[in-house]
């Protein structure tokens, strides 16, 4: 029983949602998965010059990590936006909780994590050294693939033809 209720995406066992609970369900599917595995391998083949077995290792070891610490991490994130700043910018009536502004601010928040624990990943198993152009080019390869599955929640939602930001508070 306990695998069933495993296997019921987390945003099913909510009493409550935010963004971020939304994000992390697309960022565990399996093409948003699959896109995050060729683009990651292709940044650490080309950027990183990795040979393609270790480059291949390293993705699928770093996203295996990232998968399982990002289905709290990123939720957690979210309500951490939801405590600090968040209620300050919900009392002064400049956001609330599905406004733009946390909208706007949840994939840099999922960002922020999935990149933090694939490049520790990367560093600690894989013994990657990390250049400033190495750190740009991850988060970047991560921005892409948070940006997919962020498009991903609007378009195959349908909530980008009936959402209306001027009605939000």
Known sequence: MGLLVCLVPTAAHANMVWPALYLQTRLATIPVVA???IIEVLTLRFGFRLSWPRSAAAALGANAISAALGAFLVPLAGIAWEVFPGLLLYRAGIASTFSPLTWAVT???????????????????FHLDWTRTRWLQWTAANAVTVGIAFGSLWVLSGAWETYRPWLVA
């Open 107 to 125: 994939p840099v928040l999922a960002l922020l994590v999935t990149t933090a624990v694939e490049v520790t990943c990367l560093r600690r198993l």
């Open 35 to 37: 896109l995050s595995l």
